[in-house]
């Protein structure tokens, strides 16, 4: 079954702690993006990554870490320094370039600080 | 000013009604652009890509300005399953597939 799948659902921090949200895909498309979502704020974009190996920061990429060892795998740390990172994260990807820019989300971790 | 901007709504209209929504964007370079509908706590998901020409699926009617800088949504025959958030997503030229997400339109049909 095709698809992308982010775990866990929901995820609790305490203050100080890294966490590492995970999102894999089996589309075997090359782009991967993380993004974070605030209430009554439009998608922020924290790191994308074009093909294995490589990533680039986005607009909020402060107190965040990833890697693309994988083509199928993007992880995302949220490190002790990331001063509010209580939010709704979501991973999507799309087809790499030539595409249509058309991009696909997984269902999403919510992740509370404590 | 923010780079999509959109009437954060709630739109409340009944069943059968007509709505629709305008989006505008602050980069006139920008190359492509989609309507996303996303529900309570849930992720975005592709409604339509906005062409040039205009495009239509069933109910649903996208239209782009490019002079103006600004989409629009077209919602005909309201349906209840219709209420969600409506996002105008702008992608900027040579901006490597990077989306631009407004912050939503929120559209509540009721009986």
């Known amino acids: 079954d095709g698809g992308i799948t982010q775990s866990p659902k929901y995820l609790f921090r305490k203050e100080g702690q890294n966490v590492t949200l995970s999102c894999e895909q089996n589309?075997?498309?090359?782009?991967m993006y993380w993004y974070r979502q605030d209430p009554g704020q439009g998608l922020r974009l924290i790191y994308y990554s074009q093909i294995v190996n490589d990533f680039q920061k986005g607009d909020i990429a402060e107190g965040y870490s990833v890697s693309r060892e994988k083509k199928e795998s993007f992880p995302l740390t949220v490190t002790s320094a990331q001063k509010n990172p209580t939010a709704f994260y979501l991973c999507?990807?799309?087809?790499?370039?030539?595409?249509?820019?058309?991009?696909?989300f997984g269902p999403g971790t919510r992740l509370t600080v404590l | 000013r923010k780079e999509v901007e959109q009437d954060p709504g709630p739109f409340n209209v009944p069943e059968g009604a007509t709505v629709a929504f305008n989006c505008t964007y602050s980069n006139s370079a920008s190359q492509s652009f989609f309507w996303y509908r996303q529900d309570c706590r849930k992720e975005p998901k592709l409604l339509m890509s906005?062409?040039?020409s205009g495009n239509e699926d069933g109910r649903f009617t996208a239209q782009l300005n490019r002079a103006s800088q600004y989409i629009s949504l077209l919602i005909r025959d309201s349906k209840l399953s219709d209420s969600a958030t409506y996002l105008c997503v702008v992608t900027p030229f040579g901006g490597y597939n990077k989306l631009i997400f407004g912050a939503g339109t929120r559209l509540a049909v009721h009986p």
């Open positions: 589309l075997n498309h090359d782009a």
């Open positions: 999507a990807v799309n087809q790499g370039a030539g595409s249509y820019n058309e991009q696909f």
């Open positions: 906005v062409y040039s």
